[in-house]
């Protein structure tokens, strides 16, 4: 079968389309979606190896602990462009600078707003103090680093006269890149390929910087007015993954790539996105978020490549074009949803881990098979969302000092309830039984008897990996322990087995970080 969805070719440089990620930064400015330090760099170094051209690694001036993330992501970056956000103040700006100065490409994106009614209630300045204030941004931006964006903040908004005038100005003063934001998403298609047209035209310095989109979905627009924008000559995409953001989100990264992907005869461009990386971007930054992905979300959704309707069932057994525009494993997604079960050997788990992206060492193998072969016991179906979270979580905990060996509880109405738990530390079996109100409360009543400490619990959450009443749950868990915060998960067809794996994974976690203080206090 011809492949309805083949990866469009490179073309030339000026039909290039840079890819600019955003999730650390805007992406957690959605409520309730800040990410720990730990998980920051875990979905950088995936960024990174994806093919992300910059990332926005976060807000250096808001605290110290974005600082320290953009600075150490900027350490680690391989490939991308690594930009910290700064507003127009100087000490933002020499902030952004510090933390991006060890990146092998930095970047500083600086930003203000030039609307009528931003410069007025929010800014309290007269255009021309405006206009000052961008060139002054941009020169000490340029005095720091060679690679400088300028944003104008809401300029769909802004009268197109001044918007021309700034972006002049900022490209005079060193800007390399030119950002003109639909801030509260409120533009059209057409209006917004239409801006970037009258701008590029003229402000006769336009050809020497590179336009970049950032797209709101207040109307739910941001992918359609994005790739608008990209038709009006932006060569540059602001996006998100899972189109996380604030207010109502963001512009989704891989919906914006898969349809200039799928689209290539209508949208001549092309970028260095590996596609099939895509579900798997979208998992880790659903869990780190603890945001779920709606079922179906275009791309990455559960649903995506779901077919229940007899008519659409026949249809795809015939062939597959005549209900699906793109093939699943384009974007990460194994062709089939229902895989593995009970009677499934060796080989054949290996076989489809390979297909999953996995490549496991032979020890490694064989844990995860048994746990694989456990779990199918306990299950009618085992889904590749099933084996995702059998085997992450086998690789996760690999290394850990304090592992799960055994856990009985009691429970019901008549309490208080009961956990029994068997523990692995450093090699040695130990055993405590512990009551709660509750079976929860009683396991991590254990855990403390278990291995004393001192961490607040800051998050419990639970989410079914799969549907059915046997589904493997899921558990996420952030302590605080001394200023310190670290999330893990747990997952196990057991609620409350996954919950002691997850708490006990933390509490790990929590381990290596005082022996890495420890270790450079010693070094000090």
């Not at 690789?395 to 856990?407: E, G, P, T, Y």
């Not at 991590?444 to 990996?465: D, S, T």
Request: net charge negative; proline share 3%.
């Amino acid at each position: 079968m011809s492949n309805p969805n083949p990866p469009a070719p490179k073309g030339s440089e000026k039909d290039r389309v840079l890819i600019f990620d955003t999730t650390l930064r805007d992406g957690e400015q959605c409520p309730g979606a800040s990410m720990t330090f730990e998980e920051k760099l875990e979905v950088a170094e995936l960024l990174d190896n994806m093919g992300v051209d910059i990332i926005e690694a976060g807000f250096p001036i808001a605290s110290q602990g974005d600082f320290d993330s953009v600075a150490e992501i900027a350490k680690r970056s391989k490939n991308a462009t690594i930009a910290g956000l700064a507003r127009a103040a100087f000490n933002d700006i020499d902030r952004c600078a510090e933390a991006v100065k060890h990146a092998r490409r930095p970047r500083i994106h600086t930003f203000l707003s030039t609307s009528p009614v931003h410069m007025k209630y929010k800014l309290q300045k007269e255009p021309e103090q405006v206009l000052e204030m961008v060139v002054a941004q941009v020169t000490r931006a340029r005095n720091h680093v060679e690679d400088v964006e300028w944003s104008s903040e809401d300029g769909t908004r802004t009268e197109i006269d001044f918007l021309c005038r700034c972006v002049e100005a900022a490209i005079k003063a060193g800007a390399t890149t030119i950002n003109i934001p639909d801030t509260v998403g409120y533009t059209t298609p057409q209006e917004y390929a239409q801006l970037f047209r009258t701008v590029r035209e003229r402000v006769p310095n336009s050809d020497k910087a590179r336009f970049s989109v950032h797209c709101h979905d207040d109307l739910g627009m941001a992918v359609a007015n994005s790739i608008a924008g990209v038709d009006g000559g932006a060569r540059q995409v602001e996006c998100t993954v899972n189109g996380i953001g604030e207010r109502a989100g963001y512009a989704s990264l891989e919906e914006v790539v898969m349809a200039l992907r799928t689209r290539a005869d209508i949208y001549p461009y092309w970028n260095n996105i590996d596609a099939t990386m895509l579900t798997r971007a979208s998992k880790l930054v659903s869990a780190v978020t603890s945001f779920p992905v709606q079922y179906n979300k275009a791309i990455v959704g559960r649903n995506a490549f779901a077919h229940e309707s007899g008519i659409h069932q026949d249809g795809m057994l015939k062939h597959t074009q005549t209900y699906e525009i793109m093939r699943p494993e384009d974007v990460g997604v194994s062709k089939t949803s229902l895989v593995m079960g009970k009677h499934s050997g060796r080989h054949a788990f290996r076989e489809k881990l390979k297909e999953m992206g996995y490549e496991l060492g032979d020890n490694a193998l064989n844990d995860a098979f048994n746990r694989f072969k456990a779990l199918a016991d306990k299950k009618k179906h085992v889904y590749d969302e099933d084996i995702v979270a059998l085997v992450d979580d086998e690789i996760a905990h690999a290394h850990d000092r304090i592992k799960l060996v055994s856990l009985s509880v009691i429970a019901g109405t008549q309490g208080p309830q009961r956990a029994t738990m068997k523990v692995d530390i450093d090699g040695r079996t130990y055993t405590e039984e512990a009551t709660g109100n509750g079976p929860n409360d009683a396991i991590f009543n254990a855990v403390k008897m278990l291995v004393p400490h001192q961490a607040k619990l800051l998050l419990y959450q639970v989410h079914a990996i799969t549907e059915g009443t046997d589904a493997q749950a899921e558990v996420t868990v952030r302590l605080e322990e001394g200023g310190k915060v670290v999330s893990a998960r747990g997952a196990d067809a057991d609620t409350l087995v996954a919950s002691a794996k997850a708490y006990i994974a933390a509490l790990n976690k929590l381990a290596q970080k005082r022996q890495s203080v420890n270790a450079q206090t010693a070094a000090g």
